[in-house]
């Protein structure tokens, strides 16, 4: 077998239909894709590579998928911390939008987002926000996949002046990547409080022509579905169910709020939840019911939100508060157990995202989206069980390799495609330009 690289781990974790855990086992890539996997003494003997990487002490495992986030918010990180949703929102973070988001803001910001995900071992992200084809680009340009959002609301700003404003920019957008080998664009409808009737509407009948997810906040706080209540007459998911937005295009973001009816509901349908466990808490949204909704087989992902209010885009530290807190939310210790997080931040993402034939496992045909963590520190050892060590105790500095569709992207803990030293140089001249005028 001819490969262009063979990637040789200690562990192999391929979060297959399985959930195969391998010893000494290696990965055989090719054009981007993996050729195979066999036992390290097989490959030796069977594969003529190119390139042999040996990772001791190493677990090898898909690329980790940030299934929400809003990437440019990095530049607002610590910017309004300690404040409930509705009041950081309102009084903070729209107005600082509308004075200072542009296209060169959502650049830097991009920037600086994807080089925090890239070295903590995220390989695919799904953004919603303005100037949506300036983050497909800077994503493309450092060799990331992302889920980039055609971002809706009813109201103007810089960006756009109208619903149709916006889902005209979009639908351009979703042309110009139709092909595009990294980024896929998805509907991102920024949520039932700030987007009317016609235009969800729309956005149902577009997402279901284009196949592409619709990726909107949904039931985050008590008070939003107490406003749908007095405004609508019924919860968001009874409004957008009527809309004909409840299915397997939807991709739902927090639901802190629901009752056992609505994830029936979500069951049934086919849609997908995405748990952003450390932003809810600490905004105090509340607590998605993760274990009821696994119980009743709705595919649950793992997102941070922005770095705004969570204030980083740690998938590694979300998989172990989203196990811990699932735990204290179901009264239960054996709730979201280790490896059901690991699933959430992969394969589950992946799936949320219409992606799981490409990333989230490690499997023969896949791409290689791959993540090397070094477990031989001090607090990864002993080590007995390596999706435990992962899950629980494992830390964003021990990403030492990711390669995504084959192109090593972290090489040793250094990343390749992007500049540190620009990205972060940029960063801190728009928090001087923004400390300056507050």
């Not at 929102?89 to 600082?96: G, R, V």
């Not at 070295?119 to 949506?132: A, E, L």
């Not at 009752?259 to 949204?285: F, M, Q, W, Y």
């Not at 530290?317 to 807190?325: I, K, Q, V």
Request: charged share 20%; aromatic share 4%; with cysteine.
């Amino acid at each position: 077998m001819q490969a262009e690289l063979l990637i040789h781990s200690q562990w192999i974790l391929t979060l297959d239909p399985e959930n195969r855990q391998l010893t000494d086992h290696a990965v055989a890539i090719a054009d981007g894709r993996i050729l195979a996997i066999l036992p390290y003494a097989e490959a030796r003997q069977s594969v003529e590579a190119q390139r042999v990487v040996e990772l001791p002490g190493h677990a090898l495992i898909p690329g980790l998928v940030n299934a929400h986030t809003h990437a440019a918010m990095s530049l607002m990180r610590g910017l309004a911390d300690d404040l409930p949703l509705m009041t950081w929102l309102h009084d903070h973070i729209w107005p600082t939008e509308k004075r200072w988001v542009d296209p060169s803001f959502v650049a830097d910001g991009t920037r600086l987002a994807v080089l925090e995900m890239l070295r903590g071992g995220v390989t695919c992200f799904n953004d919603m926000y303005f100037y949506p084809e300036v983050t497909a680009h800077v994503t493309a340009e450092a060799g990331m996949r992302a889920v980039v959002g055609m971002i809706v609301v009813d109201f103007p700003t810089g960006y756009a002046e109208s619903a149709d404003d916006y889902i005209a920019k979009g639908l351009a957008l979703h042309e110009q990547y139709r092909n595009h080998p990294l980024i896929r664009i998805g509907f991102a409808p920024h949520s039932p409080y700030a987007v009317s009737d016609g235009p969800l509407q729309r956005v149902q009948i577009l997402a279901n022509e284009l196949d592409v997810p619709i990726h909107i906040h949904l039931h985050e706080t008590r008070d939003e579905v107490v406003q749908s209540l007095r405004d609508h007459g019924e919860r968001p998911i009874s409004r957008l169910d009527q809309l004909g937005l409840i299915g397997p295009s939807l991709v739902a973001i927090h639901m802190t709020q629901l009752e056992d009816a609505e994830i029936a509901r979500l069951a049934e349908t086919g849609a997908h939840v995405v748990h952003c466990p450390e932003s809810n808490l600490k905004l105090a949204s509340g607590f998605c019911p993760v274990a009821k909704l696994l119980e009743a087989g709705v595919n649950v992902a793992l997102g941070t939100d922005g770095a705004a209010s969570n204030n980083d885009l740690n998938l590694l530290g979300e998989m172990r508060t989203a196990a811990l807190l699932g735990k204290g939310v179901a009264g239960s210790a054996s709730a979201i157990p280790a490896m059901d997080a690991l699933r959430m931040a992969t394969i589950n993402g992946a799936r949320a995202l219409g992606m799981d034939d490409t990333i989230g496992s490690i499997e023969p045909g896949k791409s290689a989206d791959l993540v090397a963590l070094d477990l031989r520190d001090a607090h990864t050892q002993p080590l007995y069980h390596p999706v435990s060590q992962l899950v629980y105790a494992a830390g964003r500095h021990q990403v030492r390799q990711v390669w995504i569709q084959g192109l090593q992207v972290i090489r040793d803990g250094v990343p390749t495609t992007v500049n540190p030293t620009e990205v972060i140089s940029a960063a801190q001249v728009w928090g001087e330009r923004l400390t300056r005028h507050a």
